[in-house]
């Protein structure tokens, strides 16, 4: 069946990077675009951004420009996602999920999320 | 940006009752409107797609709708198992916005 499997909860200090990878399963990987998103917590979600596995392009949104990167290597079906300079803001659960494409898009399977806390 | 509002923000309810849950987009997004179901520990999943469509395996008493720019999440009889936190989202356009959620609780 169609997997999404992130990578483990990671704990980092405040101006650190973090690196989360999401490996996808039962599916063609270079088929569907890969999106990020993110929950803070008590807050709701928050879309940040895709990559197109086949090509490696990518569409950030405004808001993580320049802090964020979204890469993959096609040979183990695996994304990821960096998000550099972190604040105790970017405390949340990154969720990977991937789009679907018919006559709109939607997101589905999503993974299981990572825990990112970002403490000193 | 495309803002989305939706509402309740959260809805006390009991085991068969009809729910509704409302969320209304800034700008036309056609039938560009999914809905998610979180739960705490869990992969969000979804339930709703285009609007109206629902996703395989979701059970039939989910439902949704739209008029002009305002979308409607239904749940016919709720189960002990929709208690959970939803989400509207539109993919009209980019950056994808989602509502500011609902929590359903006992």
């Known amino acids: 069946q169609v997997q999404l499997v992130q990578s483990g909860a990671e704990v980092k200090k405040p101006g650190a990077s973090v690196k989360v990878s999401c490996k996808a399963s039962?599916?063609?990987?270079?088929?569907?675009?890969m999106s990020w998103v993110r929950q803070a917590p008590g807050q709701g979600l928050e879309w940040m951004g895709w990559?197109?596995?086949?090509?490696?392009?990518?569409l950030y949104a405004q808001k993580f420009q320049g802090r964020v990167t979204m890469t993959r290597d096609t040979s183990i079906s695996t994304v990821y996602m960096e998000l550099s300079r972190m604040t105790s803001h970017d405390t949340a659960v990154y969720y990977c999920?991937?789009?679907?494409?018919?006559?709109?898009?939607?997101?589905?399977?999503w993974g299981q999320g990572t825990l990112v806390t970002v403490s000193s | 940006d495309i803002q989305m509002t939706q509402s309740p923000s959260s809805l006390s309810a009991s085991v068969g009752d009809r729910v509704t849950i409302t969320c209304r987009a800034s700008q036309s997004i056609s039938t560009y409107l999914n809905w998610y179901q979180l739960k705490p520990g869990k992969a969000p999943k979804v339930l709703i797609y285009a609007a109206s469509s629902l996703q395989s395996g979701v059970p039939s008493r989910f439902s949704g709708s739209e008029s002009g720019t305002e979308f409607t999440l239904t749940i016919s009889s709720l189960q002990p198992e929709d208690f959970a936190t939803y989400y509207c989202q539109q993919s009209y356009s980019t950056p994808y916005t989602f509502g500011q959620g609902t929590k359903l609780e006992i």
């Open positions: 990559i197109n596995p086949k090509s490696g392009g990518t």
């Open positions: 039962g599916y063609t990987f270079t088929g569907y675009y």
């Open positions: 999920a991937r789009g679907v494409v018919v006559t709109t898009n939607w997101f589905d399977p």
